[in-house]
């Protein structure tokens, strides 16, 4: 039996190499090549503006800090480093609401209630990448808002007071404000086409001269 020769080894050594090494460069230059990207979010939201409300006694609308917030991005890439975006990001905060009061035989009866303030926030962004893992971003901003206030009345014949709940939405009365978002992202690949990450994006209404809202997400990202 004949022994492989030191050149035949060598060049099937060096053929195998130049395989991996082409491949490995074909798994890093396709993510650059796809230009659409879709993007999940849902995190935390803290908003500065609608946790400011003070309740009184006979006017209930404040509610936490702390709350959540999700939705979708679509996003274009332009050029090496930059791409546009079309974002919607959902924030809920709530507070719940314990109105005591004493029935006609002296027992203490809660009324309990759960109000919510909650924005729609449509963006229209740029986004940088200063590293393959770190990118900003700015754009502008619309935003809705549906929130509730909750109005204590006199007790009924059992001693309970009657409630009444008024909702101010873009039904019926149009609560829409024009702003500004930055933030910025951290992110790293999963596989080929995912990427996992956490954005952190602060909402800024240039309309009332208001910070808004700050939103700090974990993000899931497709390459298409």
Request: proline share 5%; no cysteine.
């Amino acid at each position: 039996m004949r022994k492989p020769s030191t050149t035949n080894t060598f060049f099937s050594t060096a053929t195998l190499a130049l395989l991996s090494w082409g491949q490995a460069a074909q798994a890093q230059e396709a993510p650059t090549t796809r230009r659409f990207a879709v993007q999940v979010h849902y995190g935390a939201a803290g908003n500065f503006f609608a946790s400011s409300f003070k309740d009184t006694p006979y006017e209930l609308q404040h509610v936490n800090f702390l709350g959540t917030a999700g939705g979708a991005e679509v996003s274009y890439r332009v050029g090496r480093a930059g791409a546009v975006a079309l974002a919607y990001t959902r924030s809920v905060n709530m507070d719940e609401k314990h109105i005591a009061y004493l029935t006609n035989w002296g027992a203490t009866r809660y009324v309990d209630f759960r109000l919510r303030y909650v924005n729609n926030a449509f963006q229209a962004i740029y986004e940088r990448a200063l590293t393959p893992d770190f990118k900003v971003h700015a754009g502008l901003l619309y935003i809705t808002t549906a929130s509730q206030t909750l109005y204590p009345g006199p007790p009924n014949s059992y001693g309970a007071p009657y409630t009444t709940i008024d909702e101010i939405n873009m039904g019926n009365s149009y609560p829409e404000e024009g702003g500004v978002v930055a933030g910025l992202e951290y992110s790293r690949p999963i596989d080929t086409r995912l990427r996992l990450g956490i954005k952190a994006r602060g909402y800024y209404l240039t309309s009332g001269r208001t910070f808004e809202m700050l939103t700090l997400t974990p993000t899931l990202s497709y390459s298409l």
